[in-house]
T-cell receptor, first 117, second 115 residues
Framework: GAVVSQHPSWVICKSGTSVKIECRSL??????MFWYRQFPKQSLMLMAT?????????EQGVEKDKFLINHASLTLSTLTVTSAHPEDSSFYIC?????????????FGPGTRLTVT | AQSVSQHNHHVILSEAASLELGCNYS??????LFWYVQYPGQHLQLLLK??????LVKGIKGFEAEFIKSKFSFNLRKPSVQWSDTAEYFC?????????????FGTGTRLTVIP
């Protein structure tokens, strides 16, 4: 089946620094990748949709200047949390979809736990 | 407001018991429905999905779900659970009214199966 990886799986950073999280589709080309955020004991919330070669589309309430998304190739999307603060501590999950057909399945990565001290 | 509701937050069952997890959604239009499972320490995996056709959908590991349009429901069932089914289960919906990209998740149901 389709595999999506994330790196790193866990990162601790100091307040004010930036952190980059990578999302890779390992055995398929992902024209669209998605970034979610999951708070403890809560559901996944879509942050943004990343299309290869174009600007990401951010959900309402998500600061695009704080959460920079780059989808430079069909197998890689990155999320950079700029000037991180403790309230940014969360579990970030990416997913990828092959092709643009509506309703096609998304394949999820294992997630990255970010802790900002 | 548009939402996906999973009313059972934590379900505890003994092995061999039957399982039914509720999922209700409030999105209009044409919907696609999904159940995902997250085993401890692992990533989300698709259990089953409904796009169209037979409203009774069979998934992996003996799970099935029934789409009842009139009730806006997509409940997950399994006739006999195993200890290995202990996990977090998420219902999710896409709607043509909110955009094909938006996969809306319920809050999840934690299932604990006691050997």
């Amino acid at each position: 089946g389709a595999v999506v990886s994330q790196h790193p799986s866990w990162v601790i950073c100091k307040s004010g620094t930036s952190v980059k999280i990578e999302c890779r589709s390992l055995d398929f080309q992902a024209t669209t990748m998605f970034w979610y955020r999951q708070f403890p004991k809560q559901s996944l919330m879509l942050m943004a949709t990343s299309n290869e070669g174009s600007k990401a589309t951010y959900e309402q309430g998500v600061e695009k200047d704080k959460f920079l998304i780059n989808h430079a190739s069909l197998t890689l999307s990155t999320l950079t949390v700029t000037s991180a603060h403790p309230e940014d501590s969360s579990f970030y999950i990416c997913s990828a979809r092959d092709g643009g057909q509506w309703g096609r399945e998304q394949y999820f990565g294992p997630g990255t736990r970010l802790t900002v001290t | 407001a548009q939402s996906v509701s999973q009313h059972n937050h934590h379900v505890i069952l003994s092995e061999a018991a039957s399982l039914e997890l509720g999922c209700n959604y409030s999105y209009g239009g044409t919907v696609n429905l999904f159940w995902y499972v997250q085993y401890p320490g692992q990533h989300l995996q698709l259990l089953l999905k409904y796009f169209s056709g037979d409203p009774l959908v069979k998934g992996i590991k003996g799970f099935e779900a029934e789409f009842i349009k009139s009730k806006f429901s997509f409940n997950l069932r399994k006739p006999s659970v195993q200890w290995s089914d202990t996990a977090e289960y998420f219902c999710a919906v896409t709607s043509d009214q909110t955009g094909a990209n938006n996969l809306f998740f319920g809050t999840g149901t934690r299932l604990t199966v006691i050997p």
